[in-house]
């Protein structure tokens, strides 16, 4: 099957229960933010902008757990800000498994190989001969250390009792991955996130977890490089994809402008460029495990026209129930059922090509249109059965691993080609190191690497560091 079946038809289930009562709005995904604090900050990310005076609120454990109940949605996707960051992410996880949700922990990556060790060290049994096989793998293929292992075998009484994310068939981490090497890292703005992602759906892949992937594409975005990033990604054997158009929506459009001097224009998606980009959207759904409906697929192609259902995928964070949508906000609701009362919907959304409010003009997001492909909406003849066919059918086999293909995905910091590499030639110049800037970048750059692999930097979005940088490379370049 191209997906667990146990998970299959739990979604189909819910979808009948729901129409045999004759529901007319319900849930079908939670996007629960339980805190927008990254460690990151993504270009064309406006959350933690749009959020900027509540980064340091979190949702309790118990009110996430509530929200997950109130609008009882099969399947929950944690995300935020980056939810690895969440105090309590491991509670939360065992909470919603406990209600039976399916749950997909979206992830930029950079904490994933924390976690994983966190959980070996709690599972960890010396007689165990697989526990050991396990940690001598993941040092053959450098996904830990030595002084790792070490931590792992003798962990304490409370590293053994810790409560931790464990292999699930119900469980996803949800990778965000925006291309191959070069492109992933721009975007991200931070060269060697995207080694740090492969290395740690590999090392998931080695202890019995589920991965995905989350993909965004953009205006600069190159169609035969998702091409390669879906081969090279199956070819580590990761369960699925879900892929979406880089929208414009009002929080990212100001960061654009406002941090980094940029049009939106030239970075997002048009409807029109959006079916130019997806053209080969259901050829990539045959080849790969893309999850969604293939009238979603359709509709990205620009084969048939979809009507918006964003009130099917809520999001709750730290201010409430945000509406109408995961990208447009109009207000926050106390409660979900005082949302979708309140909302008026037939305000938003495009119909029949004409945008009721210019904000949804561009947008052909998976959060506001996959759901419509399973609920019916604009239903054509025999759009049940494609579904059935696609999701209950065949899984892809993964696209064989070759060096030609790994050559392709790592083609910028670990090949000396980050899109700092003209900045470090610049600063690591004679000239540049006798004005200081070679000290500034180094220092920089050693903070960083800390950040990323200790885990203890819980960034705001300030770039200020970043922007010292780029002056001090400015004047490198002045002085040559």
Request: proline share 5%; aromatic share 10%.
């Amino acid at each position: 099957m191209r997906f667990p079946f146990a998970l299959s038809a739990k979604i189909a289930g819910h979808i009948i229960k729901h129409k045999v009562r004759k529901t007319p709005k319900f849930a079908m995904v939670l996007q629960l933010e339980p805190l927008h604090t990254c460690n990151l900050t993504c270009t064309g990310c406006g959350r933690i902008r749009e959020y900027s005076t509540n980064l340091k609120d979190m949702v309790p454990l118990e009110k996430c757990l509530q929200a997950a109940m109130d609008c009882d949605a099969p399947m929950v996707s944690i995300c935020g800000g980056e939810p690895l960051i969440y105090p309590k992410i491991e509670e939360l996880v065992a909470g919603l498994l406990e209600q039976k949700r399916i749950i997909y922990i979206c992830t930029n990556g950079m904490f994933m190989r924390k976690k994983m060790r966190d959980y070996l060290a709690a599972i960890y049994d010396p007689p165990h001969p697989s526990h050991e096989s396990q940690l001598a793998q993941l040092l053959a293929e450098n996904l830990i250390s030595d002084k790792e292992a070490e931590a792992i075998r003798h962990a304490d009484a409370a590293a053994r009792a810790k409560v931790v994310i464990r292999p699930s068939q119900w469980m996803y981490w949800n990778v965000h991955v925006d291309g191959l090497e070069f492109t992933h890292d721009l975007i991200v703005e931070r060269e060697g996130v995207f080694k740090e992602c492969v290395a740690a759906i590999k090392m998931a892949k080695i202890l019995g977890f589920q991965t995905a992937t989350n993909t965004t594409v953009y205006k600069e975005t190159d169609v035969q490089e998702l091409d390669d990033m879906f081969a090279f990604l199956s070819s580590l054997n990761v369960d699925g994809h879900t892929i979406s158009p880089g929208y414009e929506y009002d929080a990212a459009k100001k960061d654009m402008v406002k941090r980094l001097g940029k049009q939106p224009e030239d970075f997002f998606l048009t409807r029109k460029m959006t079916r130019q980009k997806f053209a080969k959207i259901q050829e990539w759904g045959e080849r790969f495990t893309i999850f969604g409906t293939v009238p979603y697929q359709e509709f990205l192609a620009g084969k048939r026209e979809l009507t918006c259902t964003a009130w099917a995928i809520p999001t709750f964070n730290v201010n409430g129930w945000k509406a109408p949508c995961y990208l447009m906000t109009d207000g926050h609701y106390d409660g979900y059922q005082e949302m979708l009362a309140k909302v008026q919907w037939e305000k938003y959304g495009v119909v029949d090509g004409v945008a009721r409010d210019s904000r949804c003009e561009n947008c052909m997001v998976h959060c506001g249109y996959d759901p419509s492909g399973a609920l019916g909406t604009n239903y054509q003849r025999g759009d049940n059965w494609k579904n059935l066919k696609y999701n209950f059918g065949a899984k892809p086999k993964p696209y064989p691993a070759n060096p030609e293909l790994t050559k392709r995905a790592f083609n910028g910091v670990t090949i000396g080609k980050g899109h700092l590499a003209e900045a470090n030639a610049a600063i690591n110049s004679p000239r540049a190191a006798m004005n200081g800037a070679q000290a500034a970048f180094s220092r920089k750059e050693e903070a960083q690497h800390h950040e990323a692999h200790v885990g203890s930097h819980c960034g705001t979005g300030d770039t200020s560091e970043r922007d010292e940088l780029l002056a001090k490379i400015a004047e490198a370049k002045k002085a040559e």
